[in-house]
């Protein structure tokens, strides 16, 4: 044999292993850019439910409100007390996402 068919059958491998690697790489990032798209579409997903759960419990908060001002209501104890746990709550989850805000920049 001389070196000219050495090389070309040396070359015919590796190109063919090339062109499988170039494959798998290609599905790779494929499936990478899905996984990014999902990730992006369970991030909006969070926020959203976070804001729905603040926006009820805003709502509570206005609907306790207005019944304690109205004469004739007789609110009892439950009330006060689901008024509080619900500012409690609030406040525990604004300052969660505070912490998670600042240990993400550092």
């Known amino acids: 044999m001389n070196l000219t068919a050495i090389v070309a059958a040396m070359s015919i491998p590796s190109a063919f ?15 990478q850019e899905e996984e990014d798209k999902k990730d992006e579409a369970r991030r909006k ?3 959203i439910v976070i804001e ?5 419990i805003a709502l509570g908060e206005a609907t306790a409100r207005a019944m304690e001002r109205i004469p004739d209501a ?14 409690k709550i609030k406040h525990k ?4 996402m505070t912490e998670q805000g600042v240990d993400s920049i550092y």
């Open 17 to 31: 292993t090339g062109f499988c690697f170039w494959m798998l790489q290609r599905k790779i990032s494929k499936k």
């Open 45 to 47: 997903n969070e926020i």
């Open 52 to 56: 729905g759960v603040n926006a009820a």
């Open 74 to 87: 007789k609110c009892n104890g439950d009330m006060h007390k689901a008024l509080e746990y619900a500012e």
């Open 93 to 96: 989850h604004k300052d969660f």
